[in-house]
């Protein structure tokens, strides 16, 4: 028998269907000690700006001083990367011991957990044995279902912006899905939550107050930007609600806004006993580092990866572009997969567009680049008459796309790559195969820039 594979044994394909409920990971968790509840946690859901709020959130933490756990998903270099320990990711040694004992108790359970159950209780574990003092807990999917709502009484329940996703599994309305992420609520915790929609608000405001859940929105109203990023100084400077000054090196339109969010919960924490101090938030908020969320990873031409991967996602990418490059008309690097309201992403980016490079993304479930390449075509010409759209060109491979759409944009143009996390990894290879990806972008470990 060869060396145990840790990614093998969690990714098997047997393990992959999601199958919403938390009895499978209850009865693993207590085989294995119940390790969570060893830990206190910031529990992090929503569609759109998790995985940047649990970046700031996280950050802000260590900054404080605190042992910090912090656990996302999808990766896009290394599986590693979901389960961090002070802003390192897991080794691959501590993740084959800790893996090893979750399949021993798995491997005895009548009903086998799923993939992301195992990768829940991998995080757990681990965090657990490291001692952690709060771990910042990132959503896999819903919430009231969701494997990582196993745990008790949160710190706090943050829920960042709501959007329509998943809507085979989580409802078709605002309302409904907004009732699945509500689902992390716990009796007596406080919750922050983005100003949602009407109709998610309600939801949550609704949750809240059954569960006696003290429910505090983050007031966009008192937050001002100062200053937009440029080439020169790419960071967005702003202040929220008396803090001045502040900076975040992640580019997105939205980002003030997430930080936005994670401020309040840190302050939520700090009524809490937590001891954070206002320096703390600030180098927080401006070391966060959140992988593939509008970063400028190359230069000549500029070369910017999106994880955009639904509508919202689209939208924010869209008016980020138009508030940061107004004047650019980027070449569109685009990979999809097909479960995904694509033709609706393609209507927020294609007037902004001067050409575009369609690629198959690495993923069993893609849209395979020529069909995606016959979406642009039709949903340009039907509904935007987008001269630029008539002729995508359709790629060979990753490589191959990158390599034209930097061609198309010329070294003073601009490239962005967007459509979905699983291609960013393969474009990024791409650009480090043709020397040039930037060295910071190439040394990503999970752990934040300096």
């Not at 990894?425 to 990503?444: C, I, P, T, W």
Request: hydrophobic residues 40%.
């Amino acid at each position: 028998m060869g060396e145990f594979d840790p990614v093998g044994y969690i990714n098997e394909p047997r393990w992959h269907e999601s199958r919403m409920g938390l009895e499978r990971t209850r009865e693993l968790l207590d085989r294995l000690g119940n390790p969570q509840d060893e830990l206190r946690f910031v529990h992090v859901a929503g569609t759109n700006g998790k995985g940047s709020v649990c970046a700031y959130t996280e950050c802000i933490l260590r900054r404080a001083g605190y042992k910090t756990g912090l656990f996302t998903s999808p990766y896009l270099f290394a599986f590693e990367e979901r389960i961090r320990v002070e802003g390192a990711c897991i080794s691959r040694e501590d993740l084959t011991r800790v893996t090893l004992q979750v399949k021993e108790a798995a491997d005895a359970m009548e009903d086998h957990p799923t993939e992301f159950e195992l990768m829940t209780a991998v995080a757990l574990v681990h965090f657990a044995q490291q001692q952690c003092e709060i771990v910042v807990l990132e959503v896999g999917l819903g919430g009231r279902l969701d494997s990582t709502n196993v745990i008790d009484e949160p710190e706090v329940s943050v829920i960042a912006r709501i959007g329509l996703d998943h809507t085979a599994l989580l409802g078709s309305t605002l309302g409904q899905i907004a009732q699945e992420k509500a689902g992390i609520i716990k009796e007596g915790c406080p919750v922050v939550t983005w100003p949602q929609e009407a109709e998610a608000f309600e939801a949550i405001d609704l949750r809240a107050a059954e569960r006696g859940a003290t429910l505090t929105t983050a007031d966009f109203s008192r937050l001002r930007i100062e200053a937009a990023p440029t080439v020169d100084d790419p960071c967005w400077r702003f202040s929220y609600c008396g803090l001045e000054g502040l900076r975040t090196r992640l580019l997105g339109a939205y980002q003030p806004f997430n930080a936005a969010l994670a401020i309040e919960a840190a302050r939520v924490l700090r009524e809490r006993g937590w001891n954070i101090p206002e320096e703390a938030v600030r180098e927080g908020v401006e070391h966060a580092v959140w992988h593939g969320r509008f970063e400028a990873v190359s230069r000549d031409p500029l070369f910017v990866v999106d994880g955009g991967h639904n509508p919202q996602g689209a939208q924010a990418l869209a008016d980020t572009l138009r508030q940061v490059f107004p004047d650019a008309r980027p070449v569109f690097l685009i990979g999809v997969l097909e479960d995904k309201d694509y033709p609706e992403m393609l209507e927020a980016i294609l007037p902004l567009g001067g050409a575009f490079v369609c690629i198959t993304p690495d993923n069993p479930r893609a849209l395979p680049a020529h069909k995606l390449a016959r979406a642009v075509r039709w949903t340009g010409q039907d509904l935007l008459g987008c001269s630029a759209c008539v002729n995508p060109y359709v790629a060979r491979s990753v490589a191959d796309g990158v390599a034209r759409a930097r061609e198309l944009a010329g070294p003073d143009g601009m490239v962005v790559a967007f459509g979905s996390l699983y291609s960013l990894a393969d474009v990024e290879a791409a650009l480090d195969e043709a020397g040039a990806l930037r060295e910071d972008a190439r040394a990503y470990d999970g752990g934040e820039a300096e």
